[in-house]
């Protein structure tokens, strides 16, 4: 009864988890269906037209003026401009050769000068706007003189000045002003940059060699060096060859014939065996093994 009761309680456990599992897993599904409906709701459309701009704001407070910073480090050189225009030699226009003719040619034409404002200038001086008037006919150029602004007020018309390299005409008398600054004067001559280096000349020739000079006093002998170090002695010599052997001498004269030594004492005789040979044998034996001579 007992254990029918149990697995009765236990059955309808599990059921009761099973069916909340099963709600709970629907719920959950329920919720993701709903959230991406919500989602779609809030999709980004496309990027539309920028606007249009806005008013210009109030100029803002002007911020306090700063000290002057210090200096900063100097450029590098530039490169060497152009060479400057200048006065030529003035020459009588030619139609002919006016081609040939290089900006800032001097020219005279009918009394009056000129000067040529491009290379290769066409037309006539009096006419074509590749020429500037410098003097009218009957006008002359007074003697060209420094600017000095303390006399510049008695300048007369026409009088060629110099100020800064360049070099100038007074348009009227008792001009006003600094020149290429008042329209009282006109340029004739710009300044030039500093030309290019020339190239450097050609070696000159080699002098003639002078005399020898007087010889010197000798100087003072200098002290003795320290005597050096015993050098590593040297590997032995290979052996030379055998040398050549020499003549056989001259055979010497006989010496003298010696005096004739003393007699020895006679030696003892002994037999050894009945036979008179073989004992004669074995004492010849005996003696050499003792040293007795016979």
């Given at each position: ?64 003026q700063e000290g002057i910073g210090s200096t900063g480090a100097q450029g590098t050189r530039g490169a060497t401009g152009a060479t400057g225009i200048g006065l030529s030699g003035i020459v009588l226009f030619d139609p ?55 006399l510049s007020n008695s300048y007369p018309a026409d009088q060629v000045i110099t100020f800064n390299g360049s070099t100038y005409l007074t ?124």
């Amino acid at each position: 009864m007992k254990r029918a009761l149990y697995q009765n309680r236990r059955h309808a456990v599990f059921k009761r988890n099973r069916d909340k599992a099963i709600r709970k897993r629907r719920f959950s599904n329920k919720r993701k269906q709903c959230n991406l409906v919500r989602n779609k709701k809030y999709i980004r459309g496309p990027i539309g037209f920028p606007g249009a701009i806005g008013a210009t704001g109030p100029t803002g407070i002007s911020g306090q003026q700063e000290g002057i910073g210090s200096t900063g480090a100097q450029g590098t050189r530039g490169a060497t401009g152009a060479t400057g225009i200048g006065l030529s030699g003035i020459v009588l226009f030619d139609p002919a050769t006016s081609g040939l003719y290089s900006q800032g040619q001097v020219v005279t034409y009918n009394g009056s000068t000129y000067i040529a404002n491009v290379s290769s200038p066409i037309g006539i001086p009096s006419e074509s706007p590749d020429y500037s008037l410098i003097a009218e006919a009957g006008v002359g150029l007074n003697g060209v003189i420094p600017f000095d602004p303390a006399l510049s007020n008695s300048y007369p018309a026409d009088q060629v000045i110099t100020f800064n390299g360049s070099t100038y005409l007074t348009n009227v008398a008792d001009p006003e002003g600094l020149p290429g600054m008042s329209p009282d004067y006109m340029l004739l001559a710009a300044r030039g940059d500093t030309g290019i280096t020339g190239a450097t000349g050609a070696t000159g020739v080699t002098g003639v060699t002078g005399a020898t000079g007087a010889t010197g006093a000798t100087g003072v002998t200098g002290a003795a060096g320290v005597t050096g170090a015993t050098g590593i002695t040297g590997p032995t010599g290979a052996t030379g060859a055998t040398g050549t052997i020499g003549a056989t001498g001259v055979t010497g004269a006989t010496g003298t014939t010696g005096a004739t030594g003393a007699t020895g004492a006679t030696g003892r005789y002994r037999s050894y065996g009945h036979n008179r040979s073989h004992g004669r044998y074995r004492s010849h034996r005996y003696n050499r093994r003792h040293g007795h001579n016979r």
